[in-house]
């Protein structure tokens, strides 16, 4: 599964991203925490590329890197050939909070989006209701947020994130506060939109099954401050599901990863907690 993968979606679209050199430090009044380094890979437009590490490895960071929203301490993040120095507009956000205004109805959230960048309300009205039964939620239009369980939330801040059909598309954990079952219907959904969007994807995860079933190349990083430990490309056939973690050559695969990650110190054995660098006091992903 390390030669390159041959299975992005069929007409590549999208914009590149690169990452050159980056490393990123916050200054604090406790002092300054390196939360990045030496971060060098690049997204082929159209792809999707899962960034997997445990929790407080900088995965946020890079994403708000990514967008514009910070400014990295060191190197260069590169989008369509064109280096950020501003937040990036042109790309669509999903956090793990679906974040969605509980006084508007569900396809008033959808349109805070056309709202903000000024699009012509008929015409984003009309794609808001596509991307509602794309994502399987039409029939919910009117529902408010209290109204809605955890999935369609996440459902309708992700038909928000691409209202604008952003060629890029940023997802931080989102579906992390999901149950497992919910949780794995999502990726289905998401594998789906994205083939048939083929957008450029970078999807913040914790979970090595969803990395490998989602992304075309699963970037992991190590403890804090996070480093790239490896980079896979995945050559899975898709569409795929769940059960291509039975695979054998994906089963050798998330193995390797959970080796490479113990090596880092990421999973703890009881009376080793603290020996984790960067990561005290935790277990686990
Ligand atoms: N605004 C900030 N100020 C200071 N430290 C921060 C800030 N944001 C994140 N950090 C620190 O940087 C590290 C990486 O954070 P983050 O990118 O949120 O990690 P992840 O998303 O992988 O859990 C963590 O140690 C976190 O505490
Ligand atoms: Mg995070």
Redesign the pocket.
């Known amino acids: 599964m390390d030669q390159p993968a041959g299975d992005t979606a069929a007409s590549p679209s999208g914009t590149d991203l690169r990452f050159e050199a980056i490393g990123h430090d916050?200054e604090?009044q406790h002092g300054s925490?390196q939360?990045l380094a030496g971060i060098d890979f690049a997204v082929n437009a159209g792809q999707f590329v899962a960034i997997l590490?445990p929790?407080?490895?900088?995965?946020?960071?890079l994403l708000l890197l990514a967008a514009g929203l910070l400014a990295p301490s060191e190197g260069a993040v590169v989008v369509g050939g064109e280096r950020v120095t501003k937040p990036f507009t042109d790309c669509g956000f999903v956090f793990q909070d679906a974040s969605l205004l509980e006084w508007r109805t569900a396809l008033r959230n959808i349109l805070l989006q056309a709202e903000a960048r000024g699009m012509d309300r008929g015409q984003a009205e009309g794609r808001a209701r596509e991307l509602m039964e794309l994502t399987g939620i039409s029939g919910f239009e009117d529902a408010y947020p209290t109204q809605l369980s955890g999935g369609m939330r996440q459902r309708v801040a992700l038909c928000r994130a691409l209202l604008h059909d952003p060629p890029v598309l940023f997802m931080d954990e989102p579906f992390g506060a999901l149950d497992a079952l919910t949780r794995e219907q999502m990726v289905l959904d998401t594998q789906r939109i994205w083939m048939e969007g083929a957008k450029t994807v970078l999807f913040?995860t914790h979970d090595i099954g969803e990395a490998i079933v989602l992304a075309d190349r699963v970037v992991v990083l190590g403890p804090?401050p996070?480093r790239i430990l490896e980079i896979y490309d995945i050559a899975l056939p898709r569409p795929r599901d769940m059960d291509a973690l039975a695979e054998p050559r994906s089963i050798a695969l998330q193995h390797k990863i959970r080796e490479l990650l113990r090596a880092h110190g990421v999973f703890t054995q009881p009376g080793q907690f603290g020996s984790c660098p960067g990561n005290e006091g935790t277990s686990g992903l």
């Open positions: 916050f604090s925490v939360a590490g929790s407080g490895c900088g995965k946020s960071t913040v804090r996070g």
